[in-house]
C-alpha cells in the first residue's frame, strides 16, 4: 500500500502526535481525535465542514492539520465539544438517527440503551441535560427520573421525557421532568427543546 505525503510544516503550539506519527489520519482515529461519533465525522466530511480525502479501495484519511484547524473555527481555547446529552433508550435505531442530529447541532451525545446504563454513565459524568425513553425493560424512565431526582435533586439535570403513552405528558410535567416530546416524534420538536433547555 502506498504511503502519504507527509506535510512538514506545522504552526507553533498546534497539537502533534509523537514524533513518526503521520499527518494522514484514517476515520476512526479522526473521530477520536475530534472527540466525536466516527457517523458524525463522516456527515460532517459529506457536507464539507471537514476535508477527507479517499484511499483508492475507497476509505476516507484526514489530514491532521485539517482537523487541527477545524477546532481552531469550533471554538479557540475551549474544548470542542458542545453541552453533554444523555441519551436513553432500548431503541438503537432512536439513538443513533436522535445522536446525529444532536451532534450536527454541536451537542456532545453519550448512549445508554437502559436506565442502569443510564444511571452508570450519569456516574462518570453529569450531562448536561437527559434524553429519557419512558418504556423500557425492566427498569422504565418513570423509575430512572425519580432515582436522579433522589441522587442529584430535583431539577438539577434538566430531564425530557419521550413516549408514545397519551397520557404521559401530564404526568412527566407532574414528575418534575423539564420536557416531554410524543412518539413516534418530531426529530425537530425534539431538536428545539434541547435547544431551549440547553443551547448548544
Same mark, same amino acid.
Given at each position: 500500500?502506498?504511503?502519504?505525503?507527509?506535510?512538514?510544516?506545522?504552526?507553533?503550539?498546534?497539537?502533534?502526535?509523537?514524533?513518526?506519527?503521520?499527518?494522514?489520519?484514517?476515520?476512526?482515529?479522526?473521530?477520536?481525535? =475530534?472527540? #466525536?461519533?466516527?457517523?458524525?465525522?463522516?456527515? $460532517?466530511?459529506?457536507?464539507? &465542514? *471537514?476535508?477527507?480525502?479517499?484511499?483508492? +479501495?475507497?476509505?476516507?484519511?484526514?489530514?491532521?492539520?485539517?482537523?487541527?484547524?477545524?477546532?481552531?473555527?469550533?471554538?479557540?481555547?475551549?474544548?470542542?465539544?458542545?453541552?453533554?446529552?444523555?441519551?436513553?433508550?432500548?431503541?438503537?435505531?432512536?439513538?443513533?438517527?436522535?445522536?446525529?442530529?444532536?451532534?450536527?447541532?454541536?451537542?456532545?451525545?453519550?448512549?445508554?440503551?437502559?436506565?442502569?446504563?443510564?444511571?452508570?454513565?450519569?456516574?462518570?459524568?453529569?450531562?448536561?441535560?437527559?434524553? =429519557?425513553? #419512558?418504556?423500557?425493560?425492566?427498569?422504565?424512565? $418513570?423509575?430512572?427520573?425519580? &432515582? *436522579?431526582?433522589?441522587?442529584?435533586?430535583? +431539577?438539577?439535570?434538566?430531564?425530557?421525557?419521550?413516549?408514545?403513552?397519551?397520557?404521559?405528558?401530564?404526568?412527566?410535567?407532574?414528575?418534575?421532568?423539564?420536557?416531554?416530546?410524543?412518539?413516534?416524534?418530531?426529530?425537530?420538536?425534539?431538536?428545539?427543546?434541547?435547544?431551549?433547555?440547553?443551547?448548544?
Amino acid at each position: 500500500m502506498g504511503r502519504f505525503a507527509v506535510v512538514a510544516t506545522r504552526e507553533p503550539g498546534a497539537r502533534r502526535a509523537a514524533s513518526g506519527d503521520s499527518d494522514w489520519l484514517t476515520l476512526g482515529q479522526a473521530a477520536k481525535f =475530534l472527540g #466525536v461519533a466516527q457517523s458524525t465525522i463522516r456527515k $460532517w466530511s459529506d457536507v464539507g &465542514r *471537514v476535508p477527507a480525502f479517499y484511499t483508492p +479501495g475507497g476509505h476516507r484519511r484526514y489530514k491532521r492539520h485539517d482537523l487541527e484547524a477545524f477546532l481552531e473555527r469550533s471554538g479557540p481555547g475551549k474544548p470542542a465539544r458542545g453541552p453533554l446529552v444523555l441519551l436513553v433508550d432500548d431503541d438503537a435505531q432512536v439513538r443513533e438517527v436522535v445522536r446525529i442530529n444532536l451532534e450536527m447541532e454541536g451537542y456532545a451525545v453519550r448512549e445508554a440503551a437502559n436506565a442502569e446504563d443510564g444511571l452508570e454513565a450519569l456516574e462518570d459524568e453529569a450531562p448536561d441535560l437527559i434524553l =429519557l425513553d #419512558v418504556m423500557m425493560p425492566q427498569v422504565d424512565g $418513570w423509575e430512572m427520573l425519580r &432515582r *436522579v431526582q433522589e441522587r442529584h435533586g430535583v +431539577g438539577s439535570i434538566p430531564v425530557v421525557m419521550f413516549s408514545g403513552q397519551i397520557d404521559a405528558r401530564n404526568e412527566a410535567a407532574q414528575r418534575g421532568a423539564q420536557g416531554f416530546v410524543g412518539k413516534p416524534f418530531d426529530l425537530r420538536a425534539l431538536i428545539e427543546q434541547t435547544k431551549q433547555i440547553v443551547p448548544a
